[in-house]
């Protein structure tokens, strides 16, 4: 089926605004991940999900970030007040379960310009 | 904390040579990844190590896994220009599904 789907692609923010970044992962996926990826970087973890609920944000850099996935399948990272450091690319990646050594795959990413 | 390092970061070569890039973690890990991304793009599943002794292959590219050394390896066989982008290793902790990711290989295949 579908891979995992991301929108927007692209989303450029003025200081200080909110924005809402969604992803769509795999049908039938149990887990749902958030990753930041600054520039020439590697993907850093923020936080994920088992079904609806959400069993680790130790990545999340502020309380600004925030994640929910209410209906255990489409999930969305929300950031308050942007800030220029919070400019990078956000991907998620889903799993087929948890508890084993499942492959992640990732979607397309969003990529967050904040000026 | 599982801490993940690659080198070389950035790695330049002739169509046709062989090399290797290596990935070192700081702490046991239970799985080992290899991801690539192109340019622009998102990551791209290679690999999935998950035992001492494993290795895999997928056309020119080989990865193996050395739990007693903490390292995994991913070697590129006669190497071609559509090889080129930035490979990434990931490992996991036990029990914990987030990856942690080394900051990547940028990989150029001169012609």
């Known amino acids: 089926g579908a891979g995992v789907s991301q929108s927007p692609r692209y989303k450029v923010a003025k200081r200080g605004q909110d924005v809402a970044l969604r992803c769509d992962p795999i049908s039938g996926h149990v887990s749902l991940f958030w990753y930041q990826q600054a520039l020439g970087q590697g993907p850093e973890f923020l936080t994920y999900?088992?079904?609806?609920?959400?069993?680790?944000k130790s990545g999340l850099p502020s309380d600004r970030f925030f994640a929910e996935r209410p209906e255990g399948s489409v999930s969305t990272l929300k950031i308050q007040r942007t800030q220029q450091e919070d400019s990078a690319v956000y991907l998620c990646?889903?799993?087929?379960?948890?508890?084993?050594?499942?492959?992640?795959?990732f979607g397309p990413g969003t990529r967050l310009t904040v000026t | 904390e599982l801490k993940v390092e690659q080198n070389p970061l950035f790695l330049s070569m002739q169509e046709g040579k062989n090399y290797t890039i290596y990935c070192n973690y700081s702490?046991?890990?239970?799985?080992l990844y290899w991801y690539r991304q192109d340019p622009g793009k998102s990551l791209e599943s290679l690999f999935v190590l998950l035992s001492n002794g494993a290795v895999k292959q997928e056309g020119r590219l080989m990865a193996s896994l050395d739990t007693k050394a903490r390292l995994s390896t991913l070697h590129i066989t006669a190497a071609v220009h559509d090889l080129s982008a930035t490979y990434f290793c990931?490992?996991?902790?036990?029990?914990?599904?987030?990856?942690?990711f080394g900051t990547g290989t940028r990989l150029t295949i001169i012609p």
């Open positions: 702490t046991t890990s239970d799985r």
């Open positions: 999900f088992q079904n609806e609920a959400q069993l680790d």
């Open positions: 990931a490992g996991g902790d036990f029990g914990n599904e987030k990856l942690t």
């Open positions: 990646a889903s799993s087929l379960a948890i508890g084993g050594p499942y492959e992640q795959y």
